[in-house]
């Protein structure tokens, strides 16, 4: 089946900062998604993402699909941005392992 | 507002005590499916349902059950849960397989003893 690959698996950051995750797919997808799931344990959509680029404030993300890869970006980290972010895809929506982000104040 | 609602949101019961998970979504949605969370592995599909009475395993079926009688429901059922079957989990629902936006709803955390 499909491998999904997310990194850095884990982000430490000071409050500010700016980052960039990365979600690599082993074989092509026509409807990969970022997730952020909360202290809360909720996943809440962040893009709905299977090419081109898209922006929400200060979040933004990016797929080639061709190279198989999706970008997160997260710019001016703010401490309510911690929490596990999430790639998936694929008919099964196949999840990622994801990446947890630790920002600190 | 469109969403996807479980209940409970959290469940604390005893080993072989049947339980049912539901699960509804308000977005006329044909796809539909459940998933468990677990440290060190991940989000893993349990079920799907591709439209009322069409549901398949999906990678960790055993222990579960799952019913489609009507487009907005999908309940998940542990007929005799085991301390195995602690985890987080999900209900998500989209309209087309593999072409439109899936969401959420927002968790159970299911605790057996």
Redesign the interface.
């Known amino acids: 089946g499909i491998q999904v690959e997310q990194s850095p698996p884990d982000l430490i950051l000071q409050e500010g900062a700016n980052s960039t995750l990365r979600c690599n797919f082993s074989d092509s997808v026509?409807?990969l998604?970022w997730?952020h799931q909360n202290p809360w344990?909720?996943?809440i959509?962040l893009f709905?993402i299977p090419s081109g680029t898209k922006q929400n404030g200060r979040l933004s993300a990016t797929t080639v699909a061709t190279e198989r890869y999706s970008l997160l970006y997260i710019s001016s980290s703010q401490t309510t941005d911690s929490g596990v972010y999430?790639c998936?895809g694929?008919?099964?929506?196949v999840?990622?392992?994801?990446t947890r982000l630790t920002i600190n104040p | 507002e469109a969403q996807v609602t479980q209940n409970p949101r959290y469940l604390i019961t005893v080993t072989g005590k049947k339980l049912t998970v539901t699960c509804s979504q308000n977005m006329n949605h044909e796809y539909m499916?459940w998933?468990r969370q677990d440290p060190g592995l991940?989000?893993r599909?349990i079920y799907?349902s591709m439209n009322v009475e069409v549901t398949d395993k999906?990678?960790v079926p055993e222990g579960y059950k799952v019913s489609r009688k009507e487009k907005r429901n999908f309940p998940l059922i542990l007929e005799s849960p085991s301390p195995n079957q602690t985890s987080?989990y999900?209900c998500?629902s989209r309209g087309q397989?593999?072409?439109?936006?899936?969401?959420?709803g927002?968790?159970t955390?299911l605790t057996v003893v």
């Open positions: 026509n409807n998604q997730f344990g909720q996943l959509n709905y999430f998936a694929a008919q099964k929506l999840f990622g392992q994801g | 499916s998933y991940g989000l599909q799907y999906g990678d987080l999900f998500a397989v593999g072409l439109t936006e899936a969401f959420f927002q968790g955390r």
